[in-house]
């Protein structure tokens, strides 16, 4: 835990063997991100997924009331684009300039994405805006039912850009109602998105929607991280990528993880009926 002490907005815990449990650590706002919040959120999954003591992650916001509020908006009128900041360059350089704004929050979001480990989201309470962004990059989605969904971006006069668009799409199986809750901003509920595949569990309250992703966590982690990790990357390149350029990039991937430790270990298991342990990776 003390490599993770020096966040101020994200809390990492260690519940048990090679889980971490991260929080967005920012309950008075309703754990809303403002540019901190962002750069923070990049970094602890970037040092998570070098981690070898780490093996699946948990991501839920501190606090019993939201998951994340999304943007703080009050913070974002007095510093980046929409605090009128570079009102007085031309439109080619100020848009130059937005650019680089959005392409680092994107950047920051999707290193969750990139996390090598298996991410599991535990959404409850207020989820909105961001908390969609944010949720599409996890691997395993979980629910409270008093979980209150949005992508609210419509309402504050923009289409969503740091990756909702891009990837709900590619989750849910139904355009109408991506393209529903994407323009009207709609709020749904935990079983409407389990009902269309956003989420595949709901339990009862914020407590039990955690630990249910804990345990989960926990399963995983227990596995070989060779097949683990290696089952996210396939998944991940073949969602991006045509069959057959999916199955090349599995044979060269698999040439190299057949030569670990972690195959014979697992299949010797089947025959002594322990329960085998691997190294770390």
Request: with cysteine.
């Amino acid at each position: 835990m003390a490599a993770y002490s020096s966040y101020e907005f994200m809390r990492v815990t260690f519940p048990s063997a090679y889980v971490a449990h991260l929080e967005i650590n920012r309950p008075s706002k309703l754990n809303a991100f403002s540019r901190p919040v962002w750069l923070e959120f990049g970094r602890v999954f970037r040092q998570l997924s070098d981690d070898a003591d780490v093996r699946a992650v948990v991501l839920s916001g501190a606090g019993e009331r939201a998951f994340t509020a999304g943007l703080d908006v009050s913070a974002a009128r007095s510093e980046g684009p929409l605090s009128g900041e570079g009102a007085d360059l031309d439109p080619a350089r100020r848009a130059k300039t937005l650019r680089a704004h959005i392409g680092e929050f994107q950047g920051c979001i999707s290193e969750m994405e990139r996390c090598e480990k298996p991410v599991i989201c535990a959404l409850h309470g207020v989820s909105l805006g961001l908390a969609i962004d944010i949720s599409c990059c996890a691997d395993i989605r979980l629910a409270a039912s008093n979980t209150r969904f949005a992508v609210k971006e419509v309402d504050i006069g923009l289409a969503a850009d740091i990756g909702t668009l891009a990837r709900l799409p590619k989750i849910v199986g139904t355009t109408s109602w991506v393209k529903d809750v994407c323009m009207s901003a709609r709020d749904f509920s935990a079983q409407e998105a389990l009902q269309v595949g956003f989420v595949s569990q709901v339990h009862e309250d914020k407590a039990r929607t955690v630990q249910a992703a804990l345990d989960m966590a926990s399963r995983l982690a227990e596995k070989s991280p060779v097949a683990v990790q290696g089952t996210k990357e396939l998944l991940n390149y073949g969602r991006e990528n045509g069959t057959a350029a999916a199955l090349r990039y599995t044979s060269v991937w698999n040439s190299v993880a057949l030569q670990a430790g972690d195959v014979s270990s697992a299949l010797m298991s089947v025959f002594s009926k322990k329960t085998p342990t691997f190294e770390k990776l």
